[in-house]
């Protein structure tokens, strides 16, 4: 089983950043792929980024240029530094992982508030 956790998140002026932070426990082999997705109210659940295990990114094109996720490999932590915020950034932002021999796990999700 695999836990993920994400972290950072909170109230934010518009132009403000944040970092958020997703860390995987748990006993497994090896994590592929990480991404970030996000929800906002009355809205689907939307891809924001991903980074595979060997670094090459993929970023939606309404964050491209503002957002940037990285990843550390040793510690099974995904990151999304989040700049020039937006209003219509506001959303629950949710971590997951592709494990390996394994399946897709997803974390329960941070809320990010974007608001003057």
């Known amino acids: 089983q695999v836990r993920l956790v994400e972290s950072g998140g909170g109230l934010v002026q518009p132009g403000g950043s944040l970092r958020l932070s997703c860390t995987a426990s748990g006993t497994f082999y090896r994590i592929a792929s990480m991404g970030w997705y996000r929800q906002a109210p009355g809205k689907e659940r939307e891809l924001v980024a991903t980074i595979t295990s060997g670094f090459s990114t993929n970023y939606a094109d309404s964050v491209k240029g503002r957002f940037t996720i990285s990843r550390d490999n040793a510690k099974n932590t995904v990151y999304l530094q989040m700049n020039s915020l937006k209003l219509e950034d506001t959303a629950v932002y949710y971590c997951?992982?592709?494990?390996?021999?394994?399946?897709?796990?997803w974390g329960k999700g941070t809320l990010v508030t974007v608001s003057s």
């Open positions: 997951n992982a592709n494990v390996i021999a394994d399946r897709i796990y």
